[in-house]
């Protein structure tokens, strides 16, 4: 079996980054973070997780993320599985995040995007069924 651990995003700033990921997962926390040096820039970085999974953002972005909506190369969107959805749109919407668009209707599950600070999107996927024949199904 293989499993994520970690995605590791290349943001402008970290603290404008973390508002948005700490609304969606309040249970993660900062693991921890430094400085080091990529190709010659330097650059921050923290683990933003729990025991077993985390993202690292590195702030040395500069310019902006792909177009979303053109057909660059490139990451198009990542997703998360959440028991209650309603709590994740909640606060994001609290900490100023609205939802970019509605997933596809569907009896199994429901899922909604948002788009990070840095242009990356980010969907979050609630599973109606327990049965894989239902939740993976594409009507």
């Not at 293989?2 to 980054?17: A, C, G, S, Y």
């Amino acid at each position: 079996m293989i499993t994520l651990e970690h995605i590791n995003l290349v943001v402008t700033d970290i603290e404008k980054t973390l508002t948005f990921y700490k609304a969606a997962f309040p249970h993660w926390a900062v693991r921890g973070g430094g400085v080091s040096e990529w190709h010659g820039k330097p650059r921050n970085w923290v683990h933003f997780g729990d025991d077993y999974q985390y993202i690292t953002f590195n702030d040395d972005g500069v310019g902006d993320n792909r177009d979303l909506t053109g057909h660059q190369v490139g990451l198009a969107h990542f997703a998360f599985v959440t028991s209650n959805i309603k709590s994740v749109i909640e606060r994001l919407a609290i900490a100023g995040f609205a939802i970019d668009k509605e997933g596809a209707d569907n009896k199994y599950r429901e899922n909604v995007y948002f788009i990070d600070p840095n242009g990356y999107e980010v969907e979050f996927v609630q599973y109606l069924s327990d049965l894989p024949c239902e939740r993976n199904s594409y009507d």
